[in-house]
Nanobody
């Protein structure tokens, strides 16, 4: 069982930045595929970014490419999502997800989920 705890959400003005953090339990975090997803009211949960178990080239949704950066600190069992140039359409609950052995872009690719953190983009 992997437990995930997100933090860092909040209110930010359009064009602003936020950094989300997700701390995972477990001794083999470096082998986890880690993903960030988001869900806006009335919409399906959608892929945002993923960090492969090897830590190699991250993967992003087209809608956030160039604005968001996913990174991980295996020593701290933590994955981050640095969000810049935020837009109102980025407003959603952001979820961290983990797969102990692989990664993907689909919700079903991840068996473990955090509780979510709200990101509000508004002036």
């Amino acid at each position: 069982q992997v437990q995930l705890v997100e933090s860092g959400g909040g209110l930010v003005q359009p064009g602003g930045s936020l950094r989300l953090s997700c701390v995972a339990s477990g001794r083999t975090f470096s082998t986890y595929g880690m993903g960030w997803f988001r869900q806006a009211p009335g919409k399906e949960r959608e892929f945002v970014a993923a960090s492969r178990p090897s830590g190699s080239i991250p993967v992003y949704a087209d809608s956030v490419k160039g604005r968001f950066t996913i990174s991980r600190d295996n020593a701290k069992n933590t994955v981050y999502l640095q969000m810049s140039s935020l837009k109102p359409e980025d407003m959603a609950v952001y979820y961290c997800a983990a797969n102990p052995t692989c990664w993907g872009k689909r919700v079903i690719d991840y068996p473990y989920w955090g509780q979510g953190t709200q990101v509000t983009v508004s002036s």
